[in-house]
């Protein structure tokens, strides 16, 4: 599942209504709260992940242009010698 685009964003969201109506009629309103609340928490879990793993890329790809610049100044100090 690395590819983001695994499915069209509109089936996604009929599928995810259809789910919540198969099955939160069949659960108690508490049950329907807590299930809720589950989801909520994964859905929150996901995206934390999400931006954590995406600001570490970012500080990974920055020190690999520090790291170039640094390159490119010892090259061009080298040439003043």
Known sequence: MSNSS????????????LITICVG????EDDNNVLGNL???????F???AAQK???ENQEE???Q???????LQALKSKLK
């Open 25 to 28: 009629d069949e659960l108690s």
């Open 6 to 17: 695994f499915i069209n964003s509109n089936l996604f969201i009929i599928i995810a209504v």
């Open 47 to 49: 995206v934390t992940k």
């Open 54 to 56: 995406a600001s570490k």
């Open 66 to 72: 520090i790291s170039d610049l640094e390159n490119q």
């Open 39 to 45: 989801f909520t928490a994964l859905g929150s879990l």
């Open 62 to 64: 920055i020190r690999r």
